[in-house]
């Protein structure tokens, strides 16, 4: 592709950088400078679809990249970048076909191999798959076996749904999508780490061998992946891994014993400033402290703050405000002060 603008090529570069030190937005501003220069630039246009992608503005990311595939049809990360964006939206069929291309583009690459078998397999299963609609949730399942689990599923999601968003005065826009998978074929198609119950990518995710042989632990299982739902359709990006996982888990039931216990025998409990990165690369007994203190702190915030001040902070946070900005203006309080309280007990 030639560069018919040194300017272009400067915008581009801090474009990608931006994109790499996950600042999408300041990617995406500096593609579309960029692309004002040097308007039929395929790269530029596969830029711009990326940081659209990042951002979760699916519809901006797939005309992007269809542009950028119109002027460079052999452009195959933008191929395979369009593929995710139709994954994302439950169309396997069109993210399969483009990454069967994606897969002859690139034939010595593992990982686009891999991708490719997990994306077929998680389709033949959803062909094998059945429906029961209820008014909030569509509740996908295997066999005709499952059918009265899937029945106990959806009577127990509705339970959770009123109690949890009667707590955050909050609903989602929504039908929130559930499928209930067998153990294997869950660890599967989400590569969740060994110890996650279940799982919350857009779509609820719950391996019923296991889960439901015991209402309880289905009730605990859909509550706390019903609460990751609601908090997605207040703030899809921005949110500390403990504020997430803490209100997941505090949502679950009523009693906390099982994390004060928890944190009492851990010989050291992280920060939540350090609990704000992601969990999955902990070991099962790490997860479990940091679970557990997440879950006393979010307890504490419903109890000093309430949960419509949360969902307010959910709300900025999910508009790009900054976290302790944020959090001194809802909550009352900075977030420093807040987390001094917590580690006190
Ligand atoms: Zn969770």
């Not at 220069?37 to 990249?65: C, E, I, Q, W, Y």
């Not at 703030?235 to 997430?244: F, S």
């Not at 920060?271 to 702190?297: C, D, I, P, R, W």
Request: proline fraction near 3%.
């Amino acid at each position: 592709m030639a560069q018919s603008s040194p300017a272009a090529g400067m915008r581009e570069q801090d474009a990608w950088n931006a994109l790499d030190a996950g600042q999408a937005q300041v990617a995406e501003q500096a593609f579309r400078d960029a692309i004002a220069l040097d308007p039929k630039n395929a790269r530029l246009h596969m830029g711009l679809g990326t940081a659209a992608f990042v951002l979760r503005h699916d519809a901006d990311a797939k005309a992007s990249l269809e542009r950028a595939l119109v002027l460079a049809p052999d452009l195959t990360r933008a191929r395979a970048q369009l593929a995710q964006v139709f994954k994302r939206q439950n169309d396997l069929t069109e993210a399969i076909r483009l990454y069967e291309i994606v897969a002859t583009e690139v034939p010595a690459d593992t990982g686009v191999r891999d991708t490719l078998d997990r994306w077929k397999r998680e389709a033949e299963l959803h062909d094998r798959m059945r429906l029961t609609v209820g008014d909030f949730f569509t509740v996908s399942f295997e066999g005709a076996e499952d059918a009265d689990m899937a029945a106990q599923a959806l009577e127990s999601l509705n339970r959770a749904y009123w109690r949890i968003c009667d707590v955050f005065s909050a609903f989602p826009p929504k039908s929130v999508p559930v499928v209930l998978y067998s153990g294997e074929q869950f660890r599967d198609i989400t590569r969740s780490p060994q110890w996650a119950a279940a799982a919350f990518d857009g779509t609820i995710r719950v391996p019923m061998r296991g889960a439901g042989e015991k209402g309880e632990d289905l009730d605990r299982v859909l509550a706390h992946e019903f609460t990751h739902a609601l908090i997605r359709s207040l703030a899809t990006r921005n949110l500390p891994t403990w504020l997430n996982e803490g209100l997941a888990s505090v949502l679950e039931r009523d009693g906390l014993d099982w994390a004060e216990a928890r944190v009492a025998k851990a010989s050291s409990v992280p920060s939540l400033t350090v609990l704000s990165n992601s969990f999955g690369k902990m070991s099962g007994a790490e997860a479990q402290v940091a679970y557990a203190a997440s879950a006393l702190a979010a307890k504490r915030l419903l109890d000093e703050a309430g949960g419509i001040a949360i969902a307010n902070l959910l709300r900025d946070l999910g508009d790009g405000v900054d976290f302790e900005a944020a959090f001194l203006h809802r909550i009352q309080k900075s977030f420093a002060d807040f987390q001094a309280s917590v580690q006190q007990r």
